[in-house]
């Protein structure tokens, strides 16, 4: 895609986390290894609760997000295929500081705690790239919170759709959303009613199109243009 927004910024690349490590260490970590499937809707794990295991989406997707004191919720990051999630608590021996839901349908693999510790623990090739890892994800933070504080409703709804459309893509020709308004508006930080004023205004510009949830991206140059993202 030929646009210098800074997708890299916005995304947890965290999919090669455990690539790399020996085949001892692959079959300590994935012996008590298992595969649970969520509906779209169910929750995965809740904040506030003790880490039992990391899990690596499979397929599907999962909303990451914090309950505000408004009595909604925040999402701030979407996971997507291979991608990790679950680890920083146990790392940090705290509760989840937030709370993982299956955004559709999701295969998800499930490693207990004492399993991915203990291989933390041998493994120096491991223990440096969650290092890594974790310093990235909280610049991916940093920048999520810049986007609230620095851009419009409209910029906002911009960004968040050009961060959402490289997660969706299955290709490069395929530019593609299906969320729901509630998850859209949460993420852009903004009520339902504004975020469909704003899909209106970018279907009038002929930047998206829509099919029920589903929204295509159909000018991405101008998306670019429309986020005023510097």
Do not use: W
């Amino acid at each position: 895609m030929n646009n210098n927004f800074p997708y890299s910024k916005y995304n947890f690349n965290n999919q090669d986390l455990l690539s790399g490590l020996t085949t001892a260490e692959c079959d300590r970590l994935t012996a008590n290894k298992e595969i649970l499937n969520f509906k779209a809707g169910t929750q995965i794990f809740k904040e506030g609760t003790e880490p039992k295991g990391i899990y690596r989406v499979l397929s599907g997707k999962v909303k990451k997000y914090t309950a505000t004191n408004f009595g909604t919720d925040h999402i701030f990051y979407i996971c997507g295929e291979n991608e990790y999630l679950g680890y920083h608590a146990i790392l940090s021996e705290e509760e989840y500081p937030d709370s993982a839901t299956a955004l559709l349908d999701c295969e998800v693999a499930f490693i207990p705690k004492n399993d991915f510790l203990n291989v933390v623990s041998k493994s120096h090739l491991l223990s440096q790239r969650l290092l890594k890892n974790l310093s990235h994800e909280f610049g991916v933070f940093l920048n999520a919170t810049k986007i609230l504080a620095r851009y419009t409703v409209r910029e906002r709804t911009a960004i968040n759709l050009l961060i959402l459309q490289r997660k969706f893509s299955v290709k490069e020709s395929l530019k593609e959303i299906e969320m729901n308004r509630e998850d859209l508006a949460s993420m852009v930080g903004t009520a339902k009613e504004s975020l469909v004023r704003m899909l209106k205004d970018f279907k009038e510009e002929k930047l998206i199109s829509t099919k029920g949830r589903i929204i295509f991206i159909e000018d991405l140059e101008g998306l670019v243009k429309a986020s005023n993202y510097k």
